[in-house]
C-alpha cells in the first residue's frame, strides 16, 4: 500500500458569498483570526504527512501563489528591524522548493473537474483532497491526520464525515452506511445531493478525503451529475466494491467557511483559545451579548 504523499485542494472558486470582498482577495485567503483558511487546510496536510501541495487554481487568484513564495523585502525588513518573533510566522508560510506546484482551472465543471486537473500531478499514487473552506479545527490530532492513520490499517479510500440534522442531507454528499468499526464506517453506497426524504444515512461528506489514483480514469470520462456538475462524489461511488471504502467519522469541531455565519463563528472559537488575545475577546463578549 503506498503512502498519501501528495495532497490537492481546490481552490479555483469564485467565492460569490463573499463579495465584495472577494473581488479582490481570493476566499481561501480570508483570515480566520491571522491566518488566511488556506494556511490551516496547508498546516493540517503536513501534519499528516503530506509531502507536496497542488493547488487548483483559476484566474484571479494569483495572491495564493505569492502568499506561499518567499516575500523578500519583507523578510529582509524584518531582519534589519530585529523582528525574530514575526520571523518565525512567516517560516509556516514558506513551503520547501519543489513542495508546492499550481495548475489552473480554466472553467467551473465542479470538484470532481477540479481534481481531475491535477491528474498529471499525482500520477499513479494515491492522494488527498482538502477542501479549504472546511476548517476542520483539531490542532492535537488534526483530521488528515487521523484519517491517514486509519487508513494505515484498512487501506483504501477513507473519507471524513460528521452525522448532520436529516433536514441539511440534501446539502452534502451523504454515505450508505455499512458495518461500522469505531470511528470506521463500510461505504456501501455514495449519492451527491440526496432529494429531502431519500438520504441514505445523515453521515456527510465535510471537506476531507484519501483517494485511491483510479478515481482519475473515472473523472476522465466527464460525466455530469448534480447541478451539471462533474461530482467527486459520483466518481468515489464507482470505486466502492473495487477496493476498501471507509467513512471515518470526525469528532472534532468544524466551521463551514464557506458561510457567513460559519466564517464568524471559526473567528470567534480560534480568537477565544488565543491567550494573547483570548482574554479580551471574552471580555467584550461579556460586557456586549
Known amino acids: 500500500?503506498?503512502?498519501?504523499?501528495?495532497?490537492?485542494?481546490?481552490?479555483?472558486?469564485?467565492?460569490?458569498?463573499f463579495l465584495p470582498a472577494t473581488k479582490a482577495v481570493p476566499k481561501e485567503m480570508l483570515p480566520v483570526v491571522d491566518k488566511p483558511l488556506l494556511q490551516y487546510a496547508v498546516d493540517e496536510a503536513l501534519a499528516a504527512g503530506i509531502e507536496q501541495m497542488i493547488f487548483v487554481t483559476a484566474r484571479g487568484k494569483s495572491a495564493l501563489e505569492d502568499y506561499f513564495d518567499v516575500a523578500g523585502e519583507l523578510v529582509m525588513t524584518l531582519r534589519e528591524k530585529g523582528k525574530t518573533a514575526e520571523l518565525a510566522v512567516l517560516e509556516g508560510t514558506q513551503l520547501a522548493p519543489g513542495n508546492i506546484a499550481y495548475v489552473r482551472q480554466q472553467e467551473p465543471a465542479g470538484l470532481g473537474h477540479a481534481v481531475w486537473c491535477a491528474r498529471h500531478i499525482t500520477g499513479d499514487e494515491p492522494f488527498a483532497v482538502l477542501l479549504p473552506d472546511e476548517l476542520l479545527w483539531q490542532p492535537d490530532y488534526p483530521c488528515l491526520k487521523q484519517m491517514v492513520d486509519a487508513r494505515n490499517k484498512v487501506g483504501g479510500t477513507v473519507i471524513a464525515v460528521m452525522e448532520v440534522p436529516e433536514e441539511?442531507?440534501?446539502r452534502y454528499g451523504i454515505v450508505a452506511p455499512g458495518a461500522v468499526d469505531g470511528a470506521l464506517t463500510e461505504v456501501r453506497g455514495f449519492v451527491e445531493k440526496p432529494r429531502a426524504g431519500t438520504a441514505p444515512s445523515r453521515l456527510a461528506a465535510v471537506g476531507r478525503y484519501l483517494i485511491e489514483p483510479q478515481v482519475m480514469d473515472i473523472l476522465a470520462e466527464g460525466k455530469r451529475g448534480a447541478g451539471g456538475e462533474i461530482q467527486l462524489t459520483d466518481a468515489l461511488a464507482q470505486l466502492i466494491g473495487k477496493s476498501p471504502f471507509h467513512a471515518y467519522t470526525y469528532a472534532g469541531a468544524r466551521f463551514d467557511c464557506g458561510d457567513k455565519a460559519g466564517h464568524i463563528t471559526a473567528n470567534l472559537a480560534l480568537a477565544l483559545e488565543r491567550p494573547d488575545i483570548g482574554p479580551a475577546v471574552r471580555a467584550w463578549m461579556t460586557t456586549n451579548l
Not at 1 to 17: D, H, I, L, Q
Open 1 to 17: 500500500m503506498k503512502p498519501v504523499r501528495k495532497a490537492v485542494f481546490p481552490v479555483g472558486g469564485m467565492g460569490t458569498r
Open 168 to 170: 441539511e442531507t440534501h
